[in-house]
């Protein structure tokens, strides 16, 4: 009777092995965990704040960031190391490093650190490319999330949105995840099924300031961009119009009484910029119509490129698609007159 009852119990034993083996999702996001999580840091950043009495308190936040090549560079989020007296970045073997910051972009929230720790101890994580993601498509997080070093999360893209404004911050083309995001996983990258980077993770929306299933990341083909420019330049290059505008909605067309009824008021024009050099004209009065005060008597862009203007951002969304020194075609209504203006653009001053 023995050996039936030892062969029922290693069958039992089989299948509790086989049960626990893991599937082919959960084989790759162990396999891209092990071979890059040493690519991903934790920044320290020491600021000084004041109390009120005004003496100096060091202030303490920690963020995220990547590993972009064998000479110690780093990307990160712009609010990570934004105020900083001080920046340390800590590698997966324990080692910390004095980091330098190479440069930032406070437009798309992006910063580049450099720390001189030996190639040998640096493990590069390789960029993706964001130009075709899919609703649906899997992601991995791996980032410090208060404080927890080297946590992972997966989930997939939730969403591409052309606009998501967070804070002070204006982001454009960001991507949507599920993916777990919390309090210090700004900076850090999210990766698609093959260990590519296609994001870095800059925000959440959040009722609690915790996870509730919505985190947004950068574009990685923005990056990109980005960082080539603050490593030739040490800044970002922008297109600048020098124009500041106000959106055109229906009610307050109505009330102006203008022939159309949606676009942008120009509100004022910067002294010698491109649209002042253009002919763009700015506002001449402040009027009260309801709770709002509008500035009054400007040019109304109506259509840029061809395209409708229905609203300020939509503007300046369109601006920066250009390069310094391109022109754009602006279609306009002055004084109840339609007109068709041609604007070279600058390059946004620093």
Known sequence: MRAPLLAIALAGLTAAASAWALTGDEENSVAIYRRLNAGVVNITNRAVAYDFFFNPVPSDSSGSGFILDPQGRILTNHHVVQGAQRLEVSLSDGSKWVAKLIGADPVTDLAVLQIKAPADALTVIPLGDSSALQIGQKVLA??????????????????????????????????????????????????????????????????????????????????????????????????????????????????????????????????????????????????????????????????????????????????????????????????????????KLGELPH
Request: charge should be positive.
């Open 142 to 343: 791996i980032g410090n999330p208060f404080g927890l070093e080297h946590s992972l999360s997966a989930g997939i893209i939730s969403s591409v949105r052309k606009f998501v404004k967070t804070g002070a911050t204006e982001l454009e083309d960001v991507i949507q995840t599920d993916a777990a995001i919390n309090p210090g996983n700004s900076g850090g990258p999210m990766l698609d099924s093959e260990g590519r980077v296609i994001g870095i993770n800059t925000a959440i929306f959040s009722t609690s300031g915790g996870n509730i299933g919505i985190g947004f990341a950068i574009p990685v083909n923005t990056a990109k961009r980005v960082v080539a420019d603050i490593l030739t330049r040490g800044y970002v290059v922008y297109p600048y119009l020098g124009a500041d505008t106000q959106t055109l909605t229906p009610a307050l067309a109505r009330a102006l009484d203008v022939p159309v009824d949606q676009g942008t008021i120009v509100v004022r024009i910067a002294r010698g910029s491109p649209a002042a050099r253009a002919g763009l004209r700015g506002g001449t009065q402040q009027v009260v119509i309801g709770n709002a005060i509008v500035v009054v008597g400007g040019d109304i862009v109506t259509i840029a490129d061809g395209m409708k203007i229905l609203t300020s951002e939509g503007l300046r969304r369109l601006v920066r698609k250009h390069q310094p020194g391109e022109t754009m075609k602006l279609e306009i209504l002055r004084q109840g007159k339609r007109m068709e203006l041609e604007v």
